[in-house]
């Protein structure tokens, strides 16, 4: 299963840019056995300032065709890591062949596109910055492989 992370924003050289590598690299290492391919980040820029509705629109262009749609959003469902876990299996073990993690800039995502998705993740009523969302993100994902491949990472 391909997995993409696709973001508004271009992230500099810094800790959340070591975060990051460091958790998908482990999320690769770990996932690979599990049928888990390496996570693409994909970055777009509203260069024309067009707002959330811009951002829509590149976001959507970047999403790939018949992929499960995850967008990150303060108002989507709760999950434990292990519900995380067996919920991306599922999604493998369905034959999905594409999964796509969305996070959206400091507006957030345009209620248009945030209706196509499959599933809407919180990681919880706080907002968080997008650049810290994408290391959250990468964590739980390494995480969620670890639980599958019962390493010993997660802890309850």
Do not use: C
Not at 34 to 47: H, N, P, Q, S, Y
Not at 63 to 84: C, W, Y
Not at 97 to 113: K, S, T
Not at 125 to 139: F, Y
Request: glycine share 10%; no cysteine.
């Amino acid at each position: 299963m391909k997995v993409s992370l696709i973001v508004v924003g271009r992230m500099r050289n810094g800790p959340e840019r070591q975060l990051l590598e460091d958790y998908l690299t482990r999320f690769e290492r770990t996932g690979r056995g599990l049928g888990f391919g390496a996570v693409t980040v994909i970055e777009v820029e509203d260069k024309k300032n067009t707002g959330i509705k811009g951002e829509a629109v590149l976001l959507r262009n970047a999403i790939p065709k018949d992929a499960v749609l995850v967008l990150l959003d303060e108002r989507g469902k709760l999950m434990t890591s292990p519900e995380f876990s067996h919920k991306l299996a599922d999604w493998r073990d369905q034959g999905r062949g594409h999964l796509a993690f969305v996070i959206g800039g400091a507006d957030g995502i345009a209620p248009d596109l945030r209706a196509e998705a499959d599933m809407l993740l919180s990681f919880g009523k706080m907002v968080w910055p997008h650049m810290l969302a994408r290391v959250m993100l990468s964590e739980q994902l390494y995480r969620a492989v670890s639980i599958l491949a019962g390493a010993p990472y997660h802890r309850v």
